[in-house]
């Protein structure tokens, strides 16, 4: 079943469909940032010293140093030298991308199975088949770092084993904020993410060595697109607290869904869940619950059934969904 909600709101904890209130497990809201108070606070406050835009090129005279702020306190917060804040977090990777084939012009580059579109440059496409059947030998690997919108962990140890001349970029959209994000590995590392799910703010970042930042910033790719706007990387900056907050509520909503959690598809201590099963929408939705069920990122293809455990939720919701999930006959 694919269905549609139309409002002129963000969900939270409870969403009315077909007359009736569910719990939203749905969408990619994982901390429901935008409701803190202090991020709100933030929010008006930059709004009203910077305005609500700025789509200035990266090398006009007159600058401000929010963007370069709120770098330097992403970069500590996920321990990497230096990073560089993008409009989107498809164009954070589609400038990591176009930074590395311009370093290694004639490098084989392979994609992992799954791999988002963020990471696509045509007419490179992911590999068809299973993750554990990728070939990871070429110089350049593109991959996500958790799954989306099937919840599939892909960094399982193989990273450790890449050679030093060889580049691999990970997007961690789904994972930035929510779980840690450290990679060990010899290759050469590029992290990109929107900063749209768990950040809650229209913008993207790039994460990695501080000459991969300092080039990426000096290429006409990054320099000729628009800023992240200013008022809501003002916002993000200020509110660091907020997040801490609704992280530790997010981790413990995970911890506790993901050790009595059955008949889906999760990580563990990660706050998502998947699975291909059509039945299990309605079952979820007899017992209060509405996830997403919709194809992505193809819309040819079978909608799938995803949710997430938002920040809001109670940990009475937990409980209840696990035991739901328990009931499930059709597994």
Known sequence: MSYQINENHIPERLVSFEGK??????????????????????????????????????LNNYRMDVWQNLEEV???????????????????????????????????ISLAPKTHPALWRHPL?????????????????????????????????????????QTLIVDETHRLGIVPIQIQTPAQLIQTSSLSKAFGIPAGIILGKSKDIEAIKQDPFWIGASPANPAY??????????????????????KAFTKSASHVDFVPNYPAFSSNDPALFDHLKSHGFLCNQFAYPDPKSAPLCRAILPSCLKMQDIDELTQALSTYENA
């Open 21 to 58: 209130e569910y719990r939203w497990l749905g969408g990619t809201n994982y901390l429901n940032i935008g409701t803190h108070p202090l991020f709100q606070e933030k929010l008006q406050e930059g709004i009203r010293i910077l305005s609500q835009n700025w789509g200035s090129s990266r």
């Open 74 to 108: 992403l970069a500590k917060r996920f321990q990497v030298e230096a990073a560089a804040l993008c409009s989107s977090g498809l164009l954070a990777g589609q400038t990591a991308m176009q930074y590395i084939m311009q370093k290694h012009p004639d490098a084989v």
């Open 125 to 165: 496409m992911p590999s068809s088949g299973a993750f554990a059947d990728w070939e990871k030998e070429a110089q350049i690997l593109g991959m996500d770092g958790i799954g989306s919108p099937w919840v599939e962990e892909f960094l399982t140890g193989f990273e450790e084993n890449l050679l030093a001349n």
């Open 233 to 254: 990387v003002y916002a993000c900056l200020h509110a660091q607290e907020a997040y801490d907050e609704r992280m530790v509520q997010s981790s413990e909503l995970a």
